[in-house]
């Protein structure tokens, strides 16, 4: 069995006849104050196995660890069973999973790890930012310059 998918996005499902629809994939995350919290965002892995493990249980684990592997943020659990499919070449798995309010304590690298029965078979690294300055634009910043002045006078 491999991981034959594995991204993040804004929304994701599995509709009734097992197809992925994905919205809003990204890499990269900005936050404007740290500690801070994404409120939501989707976990999308699909998996693969041939004939000759359909039947086979097995456990899948979701991991999201800082670069330093110190602090887990999810840690995610299940219990599987791939599907005996019949003239298929390849049974795929697809797991969405929805992460609510992820607490990120500063800025920098993450990784999401895939593990089967505690095995890493991918891993997709997540970048959180702290999100940019807006500079004042000139105009903006000569009528706030002008305004002070004006109170002053």
């Given at each position: 069995?491999?991981?034959?998918?594995?991204?993040?996005?804004?929304?994701?499902?599995v509709s009734k006849d097992?197809?992925?629809?994905?919205?809003?994939?990204?890499?990269?995350?900005?936050?404007?104050?740290?500690?801070?919290k994404h409120p939501q965002m989707f976990l999308v892995v699909q998996l693969r196995?041939?004939?000759?493990?359909?039947?086979r249980k097995f456990k899948l684990?979701?991991?999201?660890?800082?670069?330093?592997?110190?602090?887990?943020?999810?840690?995610?659990?299940?219990?599987?069973?791939?599907?005996?499919?019949?003239?298929?070449?390849r049974a795929e798995i697809n797991h969405v999973v929805r992460l609510n309010n992820i607490e990120f304590p500063e800025p920098g690298l993450y990784d999401f790890s895939i593990l089967i029965d505690n095995d890493v078979k991918a891993s997709l690294p997540?970048?959180?930012?702290?999100?940019?300055?807006r500079p004042v634009p000139p105009s903006q910043a000569n009528q706030d310059e002008q305004a002070d002045e004006d109170e002053n006078f």
């Open positions: 069995m491999d991981v034959s998918l594995l991204v993040s996005a804004d929304y994701a499902s097992n197809k992925l629809n994905i919205m809003g994939i990204f890499s990269r995350l900005y936050m404007s104050q740290f500690p801070g196995a041939t004939p000759a493990e359909y039947g684990g979701i991991r999201l660890i800082d670069m330093d592997a110190i602090r887990h943020l999810v840690n995610v659990n299940a219990n599987l069973q791939i599907p005996t499919l019949k003239n298929v070449n997540l970048e959180v930012l702290e999100m940019p300055r």
